[in-house]
T-cell receptor
Framework: AQSVTQLGSHVSVSEGALVLLRCNYS??????LFWYVQYPNQGLQLLLK??????LVKGINGFEAEFKKSETSFHLTKPSAHMSDAAEYFC???????????????FGKGTKLSVIP | KAGVTQTPRYLIKTRGQQVTLSCSPI?????VSWYQQTPGQGLQFLFE???????NKGNFPGRFSGRQFSNSRSEMNVSTLELGDSALYLC???????????????FGPGTRLLVL
């Protein structure tokens, strides 16, 4: 089975400050990991994904995430927050189940990011 | 390229009715997945269709069903609506079978369903 835990349902940062959104996963097989962002009344947009090529993944809008197998973590960071970063962020894990030939995309509960001017 | 489109964007139904939602994937994409998003349960996977076949299914009752047409467009149907079915229903498309795990899914804006 696989699961995703996002620590903190709400995170507030000042404009220009570091953004750190935490994600821990559980998977019985090597996972693929994703971060998505959702703006109000919109669908999800992919920020970045980890597919085992490199542990530090750079995404759009200045975001990046580091896969740490020993900590089963995939935290999302951005050096300097911008007002436009205010949105809800979702971490997701997808793992191929050997034998079953299929996968499941499991999302965390989401973290709402507020940026204070 | 046009993104994933979903119709209608908003829908109000009453308990016991049924509803059909539509999703048009990005041109060339063959996989369509459906998700339900609620404040309490978050994002939950409903099912995935690839080449007109359901390839994967989440843990939802049989009232939730779907299909995919030869042009990859997909519909989702919910019969005998319950109050708890009120949610944002998101559709996502990917070029190939998303069951491979690493396929990026591109999401539509969703259909917001309110059941009274």
């Amino acid at each position: 089975a696989q699961s995703v835990t996002q620590l903190g349902s709400h995170v507030s940062v000042s404009e220009g400050a570091l953004v750190l959104l935490r994600c821990n996963y559980s998977s019985s097989v090597p996972p693929y990991l994703f971060w998505y962002v959702q703006y109000p009344n919109q669908g999800l947009q992919l920020l970045l994904k980890y597919t085992s090529a490199a542990t530090l993944v750079k995404g759009i809008n200045g975001f990046e995430a580091e896969f740490k197998k020993s900590e089963t973590s995939f935290h999302l960071t951005k050096p300097s927050a911008h007002m436009s970063d205010a949105a809800e962020y979702f971490c997701a894990v997808s793992a191929i189940f050997t034998g079953a030939g299929s996968y499941q995309l499991t999302f965390g509960k989401g973290t709402k990011l507020s940026v204070i001017p | 390229k046009a993104g994933v489109t979903q119709t209608p964007r908003y829908l109000i139904k009453t308990r016991g009715q049924q509803v059909t939602l539509s999703c048009s994937p990005i041109s060339g994409h063959r996989s369509v997945s459906w998700y339900q998003q609620t404040p309490g349960q978050g994002l939950q996977f409903l099912f995935e269709y690839f080449s007109e076949t359901q390839r994967n299914k989440g843990n939802f009752p049989g009232r939730f069903s779907g299909r995919q047409f030869s042009n990859s467009r997909s519909e989702m149907n919910v019969s005998t609506l319950e109050l708890g079915d009120s949610a944002l229903y998101l559709c996502a498309s990917s070029p190939l079978f998303a069951g491979g795990g690493q396929e990026t899914q591109y999401f539509g804006p969703g259909t917001r369903l309110l059941v009274l």
